[in-house]
């Protein structure tokens, strides 16, 4: 039971997945940090709301913090976008130059005195009416 234990966390891709949970954890870190302490204040300063973080609103006594959720979806945004474009695209570009298909078998061949395309299965050119070998 062990054994099978061992082979099933050294498998790929659970050591793979495990290692992107952390690091994908660690980036969300990073780019939260990036919007609540830098791109908030830009933001802020530009429409004279000093944190998205304290905008709220109250209605019968519940409050609602839309300003949490401005962050988060900054957040978002900005996690999605360099996702997509530092390993979404390039991984797509390698994976579409890894296969490149190779030429497709000829259907057609030249006709030795007219130069014409024929099916490669004709006996005779369709243009010149000359014997094909």
Partial sequence: MLKEFKQFLLRGNVVDLAV?????????????????????????????????????????????????FINALISFILVASTIFFFVVKPMNVLIARSRKEPPADPTTKKCKECLSEIPLEAKRCSHCAQVVS
Avoid: R
């Fill in 20 to 68: 992107g949970v952390v690091i994908g954890a660690a980036f969300s870190a990073i780019v939260t940090a990036l919007v609540s302490d830098l791109i908030t204040p830009i933001i802020a300063a530009v429409g004279k709301v000093p944190d998205f973080g304290e905008l709220s609103f109250t209605i019968n006594g519940s409050q609602f913090m839309y300003g949490h």
